[in-house]
């Protein structure tokens, strides 16, 4: 379903400081189920994450999804096929200050022209299904780091995506927060979504609802 073809990426080209974070990467990852990235900090974990979601290009090597090359697109395509097939759940959660939990999951959602009320309702139904309903009206600023973690995670939902990215999604969660986003893991995959996560936890790497763990060092795959 998305396949990674000798994929480099540098950082600071042709600079004093130029650094290669991803060396030759080649990795196939199959539809519906739930791949881990490990390895230690700096092994290049989210930066391949950030390019398999077309948040950033590689400096060579291809990315392909559903069989068509996204790696070379221009920006405004990658847009859109940012909107329409990921959703993403990163260690900052990048919430709106000043905007409601429940503003915040529709957000991404606006530009897609769905009716408010249809949104409303679609968030209010993530929101509860993460134990949120009564944070729904407050404001990103006012609630714990699990309870931002959790809208972060709704808001990646919202828009239905094929493929969810979630780069260290549990490190503000409790052990029994935790378990519960691997439930809903599970529940994706069930579904036919793809997820894509990297973790030091060994209960996120561990957990049933993990079908490959891929490890990295150095910005090489090496063997789990
Ligand atoms: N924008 C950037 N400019 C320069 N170097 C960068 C940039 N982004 C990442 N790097 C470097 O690339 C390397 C890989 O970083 P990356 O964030 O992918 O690692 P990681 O495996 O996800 O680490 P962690 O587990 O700590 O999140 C690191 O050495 C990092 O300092």
């Not at 990852?29 to 290009?57: D, H, N, Q, W, Y």
């Not at 991404?108 to 009716?115: D, F, I, K, V």
């Not at 993990?210 to 150095?218: C, E, L, S, T």
């Amino acid at each position: 379903m998305i396949e990674i073809s000798a994929v480099h990426k540098a950082f600071n080209q042709g600079q004093h400081n130029e650094y290669w974070a991803l060396q030759g990467i080649d990795l196939r990852i199959e539809a519906g189920k739930v791949t881990a990235f490990r390895g230690p900090s700096g092994s290049g974990k989210t930066t391949l994450l950030t390019i398999v979601g077309c948040l950033a290009r590689p400096t060579s090597g291809r990315v392909r999804l559903r069989g068509e090359e996204v790696s070379g697109l221009p920006e405004r395509f990658l847009t859109e096929i940012r909107r329409r097939s990921f959703g993403f759940v990163f260690q900052q959660f990048n919430l709106i200050r000043g905007l409601s939990a429940l503003e915040n999951i529709i957000l991404p959602a606006l530009p897609t022209g769905r009716p408010r009320a249809q949104l409303v309702a679609a968030a209010m139904a993530l929101l509860e299904q993460l134990q949120l309903t009564q944070r729904a009206q407050a404001k990103v600023e006012w609630l714990s780091g699990g309870e931002q973690q959790r809208v972060a995670i709704a808001r990646a939902l919202i828009n239905d995506p094929e493929v969810i990215i979630a780069d260290e999604p549990t490190a503000n969660l409790d052990s029994t927060l935790a378990g519960e986003f691997m439930g809903l893991l599970a529940s994706f995959t069930a579904a036919g979504k793809t997820v894509l996560l990297t973790s030091h936890d060994p209960l996120v790497v561990e957990s049933a609802a993990v079908h490959r763990v891929v490890a990295m060092r150095d910005g090489k795959l090496i063997e789990a």
